[in-house]
């Protein structure tokens, strides 16, 4: 549900050339792999549209001419949708349209999150905006992104968020040195540290992929030299924002998210979004959970200790019950 914010406008970073899923995406986009049946990059761009934000740049590089395809007017499909009498497939079609106003800029050179952003400079100007990863699907009834932009509308200057995960994981994230706001699941954040080495991580709180900047990030970005990877990394540039305070660009506060998440870049997390999502369809739920139940049960191997699950599994069981 949109809320009252002076955030208009998202970015959408999707120059990533998926190597994880070749040779699916030999050809294909990566954002464009479905989930159920709608790409994963329609879950991103309706995320931002449900918070209110209904002005997208999408950043993209060679060979993703279907994600701006997938938004754009498909005159020839709708006239045989329209003579076939199919409407509900016709509103489908014709709403991917309307969801929000698209616009596109090429990446160049991959160089980085951090320069994927600033290419959205002259789009964004100088006013706050969100940064959606289209490798992070939110779930569609979890109100992430409307809870930051609530929290920027309170606090200020820029708002990540942020997932508790295995202190034994944290080098694969940006983590977040935190201190209490006295907000129930908001922090501020005091510094933070791109793939930290095994043990060196200020907390376990991590990074993930929604964000609400300031536009002073731009400034900063500019400045921000290539670090791991070669890369200019946003985690650095927003580190440099942390001690700054409003009207400077900062503070950073973040939004503490207890969701459910899926990185649609890594292939587990990518079939674990198709199941849960699946699950929790009307018209395809209850014919798959069923389907689902037997062949669980009969799949070979040793049953699990009881009181133990399988990462992942409290949330897969309870979208599919």
């Given at each position: 549900?949109?809320?009252?914010?002076?955030?208009?406008?998202?970015?959408v970073?999707?120059?990533?050339?998926?190597?994880?899923?070749l040779?699916?995406?030999?050809?294909?986009?990566?954002?464009?792999?479905p989930?159920?049946?709608?790409?994963?990059?329609?879950?991103?761009v309706e995320e931002?549209?449900?918070?209110?934000?209904?002005?997208?740049?999408?950043v993209?590089?060679?060979?993703k001419?279907?994600v701006?395809?997938?938004?754009?007017?498909a005159?020839?499909?709708?006239?045989?949708?329209?003579a076939?009498?199919?409407?509900?497939?016709?509103?489908t079609?014709?709403?991917?349209s309307?969801?929000?106003?698209?616009?596109?800029v090429?990446q160049?050179a991959?160089?980085?999150?951090?320069?994927?952003v600033?290419?959205?400079?002259?789009?964004?100007?100088?006013?706050?905006?969100?940064?959606?990863?289209?490798d992070?699907?939110?779930?569609?009834?979890?109100?992430?992104?409307?809870?930051?932009?609530?929290a920027h509308?309170?606090?200020?200057?820029?708002?990540?968020a942020?997932?508790?995960?295995?202190p034994?994981?944290?080098?694969?994230?940006?983590?977040a040195?935190?201190?209490?706001?006295?907000?129930?699941?908001?922090?501020?954040?005091?510094?933070?540290?791109?793939?930290?080495?095994?043990?060196?991580?200020?907390?376990?709180?991590a990074?993930?992929?929604?964000?609400?900047?300031?536009?002073?990030?731009?400034?900063?970005?500019?400045?921000?030299?290539?670090?791991?990877?070669?890369?200019?990394?946003?985690?650095?540039?927003i580190h440099?924002l942390?001690g700054?305070?409003?009207g400077?660009?900062?503070?950073?506060?973040a939004?503490?998210?207890?969701g459910?998440?899926?990185?649609?870049g890594?292939?587990?997390?990518y079939?674990?979004?198709?199941?849960?999502?699946?699950c929790?369809?009307?018209d395809?739920?209850?014919?798959?959970?069923?389907?689902?139940?037997?062949?669980a049960?009969a799949?070979?191997?040793?049953?699990l200790?009881a009181?133990?699950?399988?990462?992942g599994?409290?949330?897969a069981a309870a979208?599919?019950h």
């Amino acid at each position: 549900m949109p809320v009252p914010t002076s955030v208009h406008k998202a970015v959408v970073p999707a120059a990533g050339l998926g190597t994880r899923f070749l040779p699916a995406t030999k050809a294909t986009p990566k954002e464009m792999l479905p989930v159920v049946d709608k790409p994963a990059i329609q879950y991103v761009v309706e995320e931002a549209a449900g918070a209110g934000l209904h002005d997208v740049l999408m950043v993209t590089g060679r060979n993703k001419r279907a994600v701006e395809d997938h938004f754009d007017r498909a005159h020839e499909l709708e006239e045989v949708l329209a003579a076939k009498g199919d409407d509900d497939r016709l509103e489908t079609v014709r709403d991917l349209s309307r969801l929000a106003r698209m616009h596109h800029v090429r990446q160049g050179a991959p160089l980085g999150l951090g320069h994927a952003v600033l290419r959205a400079r002259e789009h964004v100007g100088a006013e706050p905006f969100a940064v959606l990863l289209g490798d992070d699907l939110i779930h569609p009834d979890d109100t992430l992104l409307a809870d930051m932009l609530t929290a920027h509308a309170r606090f200020g200057g820029s708002i990540l968020a942020l997932a508790e995960v295995d202190p034994a994981e944290t080098h694969l994230y940006g983590c977040a040195a935190v201190e209490p706001t006295g907000t129930e699941d908001v922090v501020r954040v005091t510094g933070l540290v791109e793939k930290p080495a095994p043990g060196e991580a200020p907390s376990n709180y991590a990074v993930i992929g929604r964000y609400v900047l300031d536009p002073a990030v731009f400034g900063v970005l500019e400045r921000t030299a290539p670090g791991r990877g070669g890369e200019i990394q946003l985690t650095d540039a927003i580190h440099k924002l942390t001690g700054r305070t409003e009207g400077q660009g900062g503070p950073v506060h973040a939004v503490v998210f207890r969701g459910r998440r899926y990185d649609t870049g890594d292939r587990a997390s990518y079939l674990r979004a198709v199941v849960q999502l699946a699950c929790g369809r009307p018209d395809l739920g209850p014919g798959f959970r069923s389907w689902l139940r037997n062949f669980a049960e009969a799949l070979p191997g040793e049953p699990l200790p009881a009181g133990r699950q399988p990462a992942g599994a409290p949330a897969a069981a309870a979208a599919c019950h």
